[in-house]
């Protein structure tokens, strides 16, 4: 059996990459170009499925909303020539208004499923869960 393709790990790597920055600099188009037409957001409880309803809930945020997401310990795994798994933590950074103290920070895993689509990698599933007991992401 042949090894892992470190390409597709790679670029899945950067999806979840991607996904962080775009998210802290509000690109939420760009966002949600990085899911399959098929993929789903697990997100506070609210599955948003495709692309055109990931980007309608983030073009809801508060303007005064600031995020900083640190991404850190990816684990990316092939499943198959078309699927790839990860888990990510996260450390997350918010604040509201002109007060740039923000909230204490947040510390979370994400879980995906990754497909190779004709548009290339996307995710396919994505969710995240607190780390520790009291935290909501």
């Known amino acids: 059996m042949a090894g892992p393709d470190n390409d597709a790990e790679r670029a899945c790597e950067r999806l979840i990459i ?24 697990l997100r506070h409880g609210e599955q948003l499925v ?3 309803a990931i980007r309608s809930l ?11 997401h640190v991404m850190t310990t990816v684990l990316v795994e092939q ?4 699927e790839c798994t990860a888990v ?3 450390l997350i950074f918010r604040a509201h208004g002109p007060d740039p103290h923000g909230q ?15 548009h290339g990698w ?3 599933f994505r969710t995240s869960l607190p780390a520790f007991a009291g935290d909501s992401q």
């Open 122 to 124: 996307r995710f396919a």
């Open 50 to 52: 495709g692309p055109q």
């Open 79 to 82: 499943a198959s020539p078309t």
């Open 18 to 41: 991607q996904f962080a920055h775009y998210l802290d600099h509000r690109r939420f188009t760009e966002v949600a170009a990085l899911f399959a037409e098929d993929g789903v957001w």
């Open 104 to 118: 204490l920070p947040k510390v979370g895993e994400f879980h995906d499923r990754f497909s190779l689509t004709p």
């Open 58 to 68: 983030l073009e809801q945020r508060s303007a005064t909303q600031v995020e900083r």
């Open 88 to 90: 990510s933590y996260v």
